[in-house]
Each structure stands twice: as structure tokens, then as C-alpha cells.
């Protein structure tokens, strides 16, 4: 250990051989060092825990510079204390010699005697030696003597307590006696004023007089004097102090215990904001001492105060606080010629340039979109009583034309391509310049060669070609063919029973065959095979198809009746 080496500098190989044994140690294969009780030492203990400061270091390993020294404990309990007047045995009955020359005990000299100064001290008179005090040594230890309410007796505060008390009592008997005094006294002298008012036959002839207004006007007089709730009143000085708060009230700072909230200031004891930001100021219990501050009248207050400052900047003799009516009065006067040189100002700007008419607002109602207006709708929604109200309008915006375009984008729709576009010009594009007419005419051409071109696939068309009339007549005859409502399968459609019935057959034949591919298929089949002139699926087949179809949905498609 490091404990273990000299108070000398180690030479290089002597530093090598402590190395080397302290890493013995640690190892396990040498045994530890032993303090002065033979108890051993962690080898594994921090060097600057192990060594011993300078002023400790005995030049052996050691750990007793780390352990706490031992003293008698008895000592320095907090209660030992000297035992206030107790005296040691009788009084002696002779002065003796080396005693205190005033009151002759042996304990103390003359210089420190603590009763008072005799005419002639006990060392002549020899009489009413005082008992000898017992000195006592109380040992006390560190914090007995830095206890600044050690030997305190608490007895002593009450008698001062009951002294005050009593001083408190006697005082506030003798305010009683005074009121009661001059109670008395106003009272003699009402009772004297109506009896003589009754002799002359004047007052009403009422033998109780406890219960006139003369002395219940007395009794709201002197209740003046009497001490008022929460406050600590003298009558005579008018003297009040009152109490910083009532302690019932919860403190500002137990609100909200977050700490990211309103700071608090000790000192003022002045939260000025908000502690619950979700609370609206009006149903929050304490809304912040800044919303004190701005709501009722103190505005308006402190536009009087400011308005008393500048006052008093500018030379008048004015103090919101010496004279407030002054300062109100001013004010108000202040405000009124304010209000009067502004409407001058304002007529005379309009005389000069003129644009009166553009200072007149409309109603509020119309600005704000609000209005008092009763209405009164049915359980349908329909109005009953007042003006019914306009339809809300959504967020986005509504009849906006762009590009010269007459109708919105998605008034029109294209039955033949299935797109969207614009009713003024038939346009499928978004955000395209309007053509008008010109692009109707297009969009009509170029729809009808999409129908012609998809009805040469399906059948020839006659030689001669048709005039222009015929042709567009023709291509919207083929548009209903193709899109009819007979050919899609709905709307009413007339079947041929003999027909439908071979279709059926046939269905049935193609069922037992193992064939179930769907209409798509088979339409693909004739038209390769040439079963038919016709590539187009008949109504009867189609009607044939959906009566043999299987329903793989259908809950009931499984059921066998076993009971049967």
C-alpha cells in the first residue's frame, strides 16, 4: 500500500518492489497488509483513500485516518443544561472570608453579584447571608453549544403570554366602560327629550323607548366603534391592520404545479398570467393578476392616470391622487373638446377634398354576417316564421371561369368516352382555352368517327356512299344500337318463347359438357368458329344464361332436403 512506504523518497528500485507487491496483492498470491489491530486491508482500496494525509501518516498501513473518532456521547445530549437557582445547602451565619462582600455567599465576588447593591454589605452587617449556588460543569458538546435555544424553559413565555393576556383584558374592559358610559348618557338625554315632548303633548305617548328609532339610530352609531371581523381595531387611535389574506383562499402557486406554467413571484407574491391556459379567463377561478388589470374599470383608471401625468408635465396642477374629483373633472373635459376637434377636423377635410360617400359602412349586420332576425323552421327543415336563411357556401371556390370559359370544369359529360369536361365548349381537357361553338362541332365530329370506326368491325357498310344528312342520321342510329338500353340487358325487352326455349337446351347441353366459361368466351368461339352469322349475343341466350347460371353466393345453393 501506499500507506506502507516511507516518508522519504522511494529510490527506482525500491518503487519497483512496492509495484510488484501491491499487484501481488490484488492478485491474491501475496498476503494483505495488516493495520495496527491486525485486521487486514483491501488491496483494491484507491491509493488517496488509503494514504494517510501528512498529519496523520504513523508510517504503518492504516485505515484509522478514515474511520470516525470516538467520544463520549453522553455529553452532548441537547438537554444538559444548568440547573437555574438551585442553591447549595443553608445560609451561613457569618460573613467569611473571600465571600462576596455584598450578600456573603462563597460562589461568586462583589463584582458579579446579581442582587441588588446593599447599603452596607453583608461583610459588616453580618446578617441575611445568601446560599452559596452550585457550580456545575455541564460538557457539552458540538451542537449543544451552537444551540441557540439550549436551557430554554418554555414556561417562561407563558407568563409573559398571560402577562400580555392580561394587559389585552383589562384594556378591552375599559373601552366597554367608556361605550357603556356614553351610551348611557346619549340615551338619559333622549329619554328626557320625549318625556318632556309627551308633557307638552307633542311626541307619540309610548312608554317604551327601546324600541324608537332615536335609539336605533344610536345603536347604528356606536355600532361603528365595535371591532370588525379579521381586523385588529382600536377606537380611539382608528388604528386597522388586516390580514395579508385569508387563509382559506388557495395560493397562486397551488394552482397549477406544472413548472412550465405562470411564473410566480415570491417577493410581490404577483402571478400575472393565465395558470390554466384551457380555462377561459371568465369560469377560471384566478385568471392571472393581468386580467385584473385590464378588465372593469381599471382601464380606465389608468387612462386617468396618464392623462394626470401629462397634466403635470405641462405645467397644470394635477394629481390623480390629491385631488381625484379635480382629475376626473379635467378629463372628462379633456375627452369632450377631444372628441369636438376631431369632428372639425374631419368636416373641414371633407369640405376642402369632398368623398363623404365613401365613408359610409354598410350596416353590421351585412359586414359581419350576423343578424337579430328571428326564423323559425319546422321539424323538416322548412321555414315557419322570418326570412330564411342563405345556403352555406363550401371552403372551395365556386363559379370561377378561367380561359374564357362560360361553365365550370365538370359540367358536361361525354357518354361516348366516359370523360368530363366543359358544357360551353365540349372540351374533356382541364384548364384548356374555351373554343365555343367550334369546339362543340368538333367534339360531335369527332365522337360520331369513333362510332363509325367501331361499327365497321361488326358490319359492312353499302357501296354507295350516303349523303351528308344520311350519314350523321346513320351514325346516331348505330350510337343507340350500340348503346341502348335493350342491348346492355335492361329496360322491358321482348323474348320469342321458342327461341328462349332452344337457348335453354342449348345451355343445358353445354352444362352437361363440362363447359361453364363465362360470355365472354363463348361470343370469342362463334366468331372464330362462324356457328353464326351474328357475332352479337342474342336476349334469349342471355336470358338463358342467367336462369342456369350457378349462384355460388346463394346460402340456399347447397341445400339437400334429408328429411324428404
Same mark, same amino acid.
Given at each position: 500500500?501506499?500507506?506502507?512506504?516511507?516518508?522519504?523518497?522511494?529510490?527506482?528500485?525500491?518503487?519497483?518492489?512496492?509495484?510488484?507487491?501491491?499487484?501481488?496483492?490484488?492478485?491474491?498470491?501475496?498476503?494483505?497488509?495488516?493495520?495496527?489491530?491486525?485486521?487486514?486491508?483491501?488491496?483494491?482500496?484507491?491509493?488517496?483513500?488509503?494514504?494517510?494525509?501528512?498529519?496523520?501518516?504513523?508510517?504503518?498501513?492504516?485505515?484509522?485516518?478514515?474511520?470516525?473518532?470516538?467520544?463520549?456521547?453522553?455529553?452532548?445530549?441537547?438537554?444538559?443544561?444548568?440547573?437555574?437557582?438551585?442553591?447549595?445547602?443553608?445560609?451561613?451565619?457569618?460573613?467569611?472570608?473571600?465571600?462576596?462582600?455584598?450578600?456573603?455567599?462563597?460562589?461568586?465576588?462583589?463584582?458579579?453579584?446579581?442582587?441588588?447593591?446593599?447599603?452596607?454589605?453583608?461583610?459588616?452587617?453580618?446578617?441575611?447571608?445568601?446560599?452559596?449556588?452550585?457550580?456545575?460543569?455541564?460538557?457539552?458538546?458540538?451542537?449543544?453549544?451552537?444551540?441557540?435555544?439550549?436551557?430554554?424553559?418554555?414556561?417562561?413565555?407563558?407568563?409573559?403570554?398571560?402577562?400580555?393576556?392580561?394587559?389585552?383584558?383589562?384594556?378591552?374592559?375599559?373601552?366597554?366602560?367608556?361605550?357603556?358610559?356614553?351610551?348611557?348618557?346619549?340615551?338619559?338625554?333622549?329619554?328626557?327629550?320625549?318625556?318632556?315632548?309627551?308633557?307638552?303633548?307633542?311626541?307619540?305617548?309610548?312608554?317604551?323607548?327601546?324600541?324608537?328609532?332615536?335609539?336605533? $339610530? /344610536?345603536?347604528? &352609531? +356606536?355600532?361603528?366603534?365595535? *371591532?370588525?371581523?379579521?381586523?385588529?381595531? @382600536?377606537? #380611539? !387611535? =382608528?388604528?386597522?391592520?388586516?390580514?395579508?389574506?385569508?387563509? $382559506? /383562499?388557495?395560493? &397562486? +402557486?397551488?394552482?397549477?404545479? *406544472?413548472?412550465?406554467?405562470?411564473?410566480? @413571484?415570491? #417577493? !410581490? =407574491?404577483?402571478?400575472?398570467?393565465?395558470?390554466?391556459?384551457?380555462?377561459?379567463?371568465?369560469?377560471?377561478?384566478?385568471?392571472? *393578476?393581468?386580467?385584473?388589470?385590464?378588465?372593469?374599470?381599471?382601464?380606465?383608471?389608468?387612462?386617468?392616470?396618464?392623462?394626470?401625468?401629462?397634466?403635470?408635465?405641462?405645467?397644470?396642477?394635477?394629481?390623480?391622487?390629491?385631488?381625484?374629483?379635480?382629475?376626473?373633472?379635467?378629463?372628462?373635459?379633456?375627452?369632450?373638446?377631444?372628441?369636438?376637434?376631431?369632428?372639425?377636423?374631419?368636416?373641414?377635410?371633407?369640405?376642402?377634398?369632398?368623398?363623404?360617400?365613401?365613408?359610409?359602412?354598410?350596416?353590421?349586420?351585412?359586414?359581419?354576417?350576423?343578424?337579430?332576425?328571428?326564423?323559425?323552421?319546422?321539424?323538416?327543415?322548412?321555414?315557419?316564421?322570418?326570412?330564411?336563411?342563405?345556403?352555406?357556401?363550401?371552403?372551395?371556390?365556386?363559379?370561377?371561369?378561367?380561359?374564357?370559359?362560360?361553365?365550370?370544369?365538370?359540367?358536361?359529360?361525354?357518354?361516348?368516352?366516359?370523360?368530363?369536361?366543359?358544357?360551353?365548349?365540349?372540351?374533356?381537357?382541364?384548364?384548356?382555352?374555351?373554343?365555343?361553338?367550334?369546339?362543340?362541332?368538333?367534339?360531335?365530329?369527332?365522337?360520331?368517327?369513333?362510332?363509325?370506326?367501331?361499327?365497321?368491325?361488326?358490319?359492312?357498310?353499302?357501296?354507295?356512299?350516303?349523303?351528308?344528312?344520311?350519314?350523321?342520321?346513320?351514325?346516331?342510329?348505330?350510337?343507340?344500337?350500340?348503346?341502348?338500353?335493350?342491348?346492355?340487358?335492361?329496360?322491358?325487352?321482348?323474348?320469342?318463347?321458342?327461341?328462349?326455349?332452344?337457348?335453354?337446351?342449348?345451355?343445358?347441353?353445354?352444362?352437361?359438357?363440362?363447359?361453364?366459361?363465362?360470355?365472354?368466351?363463348?361470343?370469342?368461339?362463334?366468331?372464330?368458329?362462324?356457328?353464326?352469322?351474328?357475332?352479337?349475343?342474342?336476349?334469349?341466350?342471355?336470358?338463358?344464361?342467367?336462369?342456369?347460371?350457378?349462384?355460388?353466393?346463394?346460402?340456399?345453393?347447397?341445400?339437400?332436403?334429408?328429411?324428404?
Amino acid at each position: 500500500m501506499a500507506s506502507a512506504s516511507a516518508t522519504g523518497k522511494l529510490s527506482r528500485e525500491e518503487f519497483r518492489r512496492q509495484k510488484d507487491l501491491d499487484a501481488a496483492r490484488k492478485a491474491g498470491t501475496a498476503p494483505a497488509a495488516l493495520d495496527e489491530e491486525g485486521k487486514a486491508i483491501n488491496p483494491h482500496i484507491p491509493q488517496y483513500i488509503a494514504q494517510a494525509p501528512w498529519y496523520l501518516d504513523t508510517g504503518a498501513p492504516s485505515l484509522s485516518h478514515q474511520r470516525m473518532p470516538e467520544y463520549d456521547r453522553s455529553a452532548d445530549k441537547l438537554d444538559n443544561w444548568y440547573d437555574r437557582g438551585v442553591k447549595a445547602g443553608p445560609a451561613a451565619k457569618k460573613y467569611r472570608k473571600g465571600a462576596c462582600e455584598n450578600c456573603g455567599a462563597m460562589t461568586h465576588k462583589r463584582a458579579d453579584c446579581l442582587e441588588r447593591p446593599r447599603r452596607r454589605g453583608a461583610r459588616y452587617t453580618n446578617k441575611d447571608i445568601a446560599q452559596d449556588e452550585v457550580i456545575q460543569d455541564v460538557a457539552s458538546g458540538y451542537d449543544a453549544k451552537r444551540d441557540r435555544w439550549n436551557g430554554y424553559d418554555p414556561a417562561e413565555h407563558k407568563r409573559v403570554y398571560e402577562e400580555y393576556a392580561a394587559v389585552e383584558a383589562a384594556r378591552q374592559k375599559l373601552r366597554e366602560e367608556e361605550i357603556d358610559k356614553q351610551t348611557t348618557t346619549d340615551l338619559a338625554a333622549v329619554r328626557k327629550i320625549a318625556h318632556t315632548g309627551k308633557e307638552k303633548g307633542e311626541g307619540p305617548h309610548d312608554d317604551d323607548f327601546g324600541s324608537s328609532d332615536e335609539e336605533d $339610530e /344610536d345603536a347604528d &352609531k +356606536y355600532a361603528e366603534a365595535a *371591532d370588525a371581523v379579521g381586523q385588529k381595531l @382600536d377606537t #380611539k !387611535t =382608528r388604528i386597522t391592520v388586516r390580514n395579508l389574506r385569508i387563509r $382559506e /383562499d388557495t395560493a &397562486k +402557486y397551488l394552482i397549477n404545479l *406544472d413548472p412550465s406554467s405562470a411564473y410566480y @413571484d415570491p #417577493k !410581490t =407574491r404577483s402571478m400575472r398570467d393565465n395558470p390554466l391556459k384551457n380555462v377561459p379567463p371568465e369560469e377560471a377561478r384566478f385568471a392571472g *393578476d393581468n386580467f385584473m388589470r385590464f378588465s372593469g374599470e381599471a382601464p380606465e383608471v389608468q387612462k386617468l392616470q396618464l392623462f394626470a401625468w401629462n397634466a403635470a408635465a405641462r405645467g397644470n396642477d394635477v394629481h390623480m391622487n390629491a385631488n381625484p374629483t379635480q382629475g376626473q373633472l379635467l378629463h372628462q373635459s379633456f375627452q369632450h373638446k377631444k372628441e369636438q376637434l376631431k369632428d372639425i377636423t374631419k368636416s373641414s377635410i371633407l369640405a376642402t377634398y369632398g368623398g363623404e360617400e365613401y365613408l359610409q359602412k354598410a350596416p353590421k349586420e351585412l359586414l359581419q354576417g350576423q343578424t337579430e332576425e328571428y326564423v323559425e323552421f319546422s321539424r323538416t327543415g322548412q321555414v315557419i316564421k322570418g326570412k330564411e336563411r342563405t345556403a352555406v357556401r363550401s371552403k372551395y371556390p365556386e363559379d370561377v371561369h378561367v380561359n374564357n370559359h362560360m361553365a365550370v370544369w365538370g359540367s358536361w359529360y361525354d357518354p361516348a368516352s366516359g370523360e368530363w369536361g366543359y358544357a360551353c365548349c365540349h372540351s374533356t381537357t382541364h384548364l384548356s382555352y374555351c373554343t365555343g361553338e367550334a369546339g362543340i362541332e368538333a367534339a360531335q365530329a369527332s365522337s360520331a368517327q369513333r362510332l363509325l370506326a367501331s361499327s365497321l368491325s361488326s358490319s359492312t357498310i353499302s357501296e354507295q356512299p350516303p349523303a351528308p344528312n344520311d350519314a350523321a342520321e346513320e351514325r346516331k342510329k348505330k350510337a343507340e344500337e350500340l348503346y341502348s338500353k335493350k342491348r346492355l340487358g335492361e329496360g322491358e325487352v321482348a323474348l320469342n318463347n321458342e327461341r328462349l326455349a332452344q337457348a335453354i337446351q342449348e345451355e343445358k347441353k353445354r352444362k352437361a359438357r363440362g363447359e361453364d366459361a363465362d360470355t365472354d368466351e363463348r361470343f370469342g368461339k362463334r366468331q372464330k368458329g362462324g356457328q353464326s352469322g351474328s357475332s352479337e349475343v342474342t336476349q334469349e341466350e342471355l336470358e338463358a344464361y342467367r336462369m342456369n347460371r350457378r349462384m355460388t353466393e346463394d346460402p340456399m345453393a347447397n341445400y339437400v332436403d334429408t328429411d324428404a
